[in-house]
């Protein structure tokens, strides 16, 4: 019997860099949403193009990313390259050290379509494919205050979160037909499953009857974290605390070994975020793009406490202009933020409605069509 000719996949380069959580997550989350659109059509491949094939001192950029974003320079070498022209300008001057590596990766890593995932790779790849171009694609995953490094001309096409990212590359020269407002790619589970809440906080312990503040920093449980869950165990509100610390060990140590005054949950990094946004009644989470497009899509009210100066800033503008919640620099306004909410459910419910409004649940499989329909694949 004649079998059938089994189809070649049709491969895809996904470049981004494990510099925070965010690009990593929104990565597999469209990965994940080409299978469930397209299933065995696509062959997906992920690079850390920093770690794998960039020279030092670039290769150490996950590991100095975290400390980087803390140092008051940031937010200035932030601002002041955050132009066209001096973004193009600082490109040039580091593409003859980064050519060979891009050259490299993409003989490793034959595609049909390249889709970027990050803002450093972006003016490089299309110089690096001068001579054997192919397509590609940007997929922004800041969400407000998108930094002229996300935006080439010589892409073929940039998906951005939020209109205010798509003003922001119109600024940067982008012409309007090349750009689609869509949303951050977001895992499934945050918009399908239905997880039952009860059944998830009593799995976890977690207090029937009070209300659940979940605090989150990111991947790498960044930001004054510890500081944040001190003064809220020191004021004794009615709630109890449910912390993630992400990768960062120390402080999950350190906040295990917390004397508690409140039910207090420390857990380290978890693949389980949508169950977790599901049983909590509020977020307070540093201002990361991916944490709180999944607090929109879970309608849980913000509390913002701190944010990387220069990507992150407009991220709080966003949710405080749409009153979806709160700016709380200081672990004191955190506390005040939180009473304020636990005395006026009204204003829990306001902002959680608000939040829900903002929700894109659907971006990860909309950019997942718009990938195969670069690719010439009908749905
Ligand atoms: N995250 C996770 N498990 C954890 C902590 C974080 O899956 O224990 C995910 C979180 O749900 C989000 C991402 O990591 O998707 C963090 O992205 P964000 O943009 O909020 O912050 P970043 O880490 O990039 O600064």
């Given at each position: 019997?004649?079998?059938?000719?089994?189809?070649?996949?049709r491969?895809?380069?996904f470049?981004?860099?494990?510099?925070?959580?965010?690009?990593r997550?929104?990565?597999?989350?469209m990965?994940e949403?080409?299978e469930?659109?397209f299933?065995g059509?696509?062959?997906?491949?992920?690079?850390d193009?920093?770690r794998?094939?960039?020279?030092?001192?670039w290769?150490?950029?996950?590991?100095?990313?975290?400390?980087?974003?803390k140092?008051?320079?940031?937010?200035l070498a932030?601002?002041?390259?955050?132009g066209?022209?001096?973004?193009?300008?600082?490109?040039?001057?580091?593409?003859?050290y980064?050519?060979?590596?891009v050259?490299r990766l993409?003989?490793?890593?034959?595609?049909?379509?390249?889709?970027?995932?990050?803002?450093?790779v972006?003016?490089t790849?299309?110089?690096?494919?001068?001579?054997?171009?192919?397509?590609?694609?940007?997929?922004?995953?800041?969400m407000?205050?998108?930094?002229?490094f996300?935006?080439d001309?010589?892409?073929?096409?940039?998906?951005?979160?939020?209109?205010?990212?798509?003003?922001r590359?119109?600024?940067?020269?982008?012409p309007?037909?090349?750009?689609r407002?869509?949303g951050?790619?977001?895992a499934d589970?945050?918009?399908?499953?239905?997880?039952?809440?009860?059944?998830w906080r009593?799995?976890q312990?977690?207090?029937?009857?009070?209300?659940?503040?979940?605090l989150?920093?990111g991947?790498?449980?960044?930001?004054?974290l510890?500081?944040?869950?001190k003064a809220?165990?020191?004021?004794?509100?009615?709630?109890?605390?449910?912390?993630i610390?992400?990768?960062?060990?120390?402080?999950?140590?350190?906040?295990e070994?917390?004397?508690w005054?409140?039910?207090?949950h420390?857990?380290?990094?978890?693949?389980?975020m949508?169950?977790?946004?599901a049983?909590a009644?509020?977020?307070i989470?540093?201002?990361g793009?991916g944490?709180?497009?999944?607090?929109?899509?879970k309608?849980?009210?913000l509390?913002?406490?701190?944010?990387?100066?220069?990507?992150?800033d407009?991220?709080?503008?966003?949710?405080?202009?749409?009153?979806a919640?709160?700016?709380a620099?200081?672990?004191?306004?955190?506390?005040?933020?939180?009473?304020?909410w636990?005395?006026?459910?009204?204003?829990?419910s306001?902002?959680?409605?608000?939040?829900?409004?903002l929700a894109r649940?659907?971006?990860?499989?909309?950019?997942?069509?718009?990938?195969?329909?670069q690719?010439?694949?009908?749905?």
């Amino acid at each position: 019997m004649d079998e059938e000719p089994t189809q070649a996949k049709r491969r895809l380069l996904f470049l981004f860099s494990d510099t925070g959580g965010g690009h990593r997550a929104a990565t597999e989350a469209m990965i994940e949403a080409l299978e469930l659109e397209f299933p065995g059509v696509f062959d997906c491949k992920m690079v850390d193009f920093f770690r794998d094939y960039y020279p030092a001192p670039w290769r150490f950029a996950p590991e100095i990313y975290p400390p980087m974003t803390k140092v008051g320079m940031w937010g200035l070498a932030y601002r002041t390259s955050d132009g066209r022209g001096r973004a193009r300008a600082l490109t040039g001057l580091q593409y003859p050290y980064l050519r060979r590596g891009v050259r490299r990766l993409l003989a490793d890593n034959p595609a049909e379509l390249i889709i970027s995932v990050h803002p450093l790779v972006n003016s490089t790849l299309p110089r690096a494919m001068r001579k054997h171009p192919l397509p590609f694609i940007t997929v922004v995953t800041d969400m407000v205050s998108t930094h002229a490094f996300w935006f080439d001309r010589r892409a073929d096409l940039i998906v951005v979160p939020t209109s205010w990212a798509k003003e922001r590359a119109i600024h940067f020269g982008i012409p309007a037909g090349n750009l689609r407002v869509v949303g951050l790619p977001v895992a499934d589970r945050f918009a399908a499953s239905q997880i039952d809440r009860q059944a998830w906080r009593a799995e976890q312990h977690w207090d029937e009857n009070l209300p659940a503040a979940l605090l989150i920093g990111g991947g790498d449980g960044m930001g004054p974290l510890k500081r944040v869950a001190k003064a809220i165990n020191d004021a004794r509100l009615p709630l109890q605390l449910a912390v993630i610390c992400g990768r960062n060990e120390e402080l999950k140590a350190s906040l295990e070994a917390l004397e508690w005054n409140i039910p207090a949950h420390i857990y380290g990094f978890t693949r389980e975020m949508p169950s977790f946004m599901a049983g909590a009644d509020m977020l307070i989470t540093k201002a990361g793009p991916g944490t709180i497009s999944e607090g929109f899509i879970k309608g849980l009210p913000l509390i913002l406490y701190s944010k990387v100066t220069g990507q992150e800033d407009g991220n709080v503008e966003y949710v405080l202009e749409n009153n979806a919640g709160v700016w709380a620099p200081r672990p004191r306004e955190v506390v005040d933020a939180l009473r304020t909410w636990l005395e006026n459910p009204e204003a829990i419910s306001a902002a959680a409605a608000a939040s829900l409004s903002l929700a894109r649940p659907n971006a990860a499989r909309e950019i997942a069509r718009i990938i195969a329909e670069q690719c010439g694949v009908q749905g």
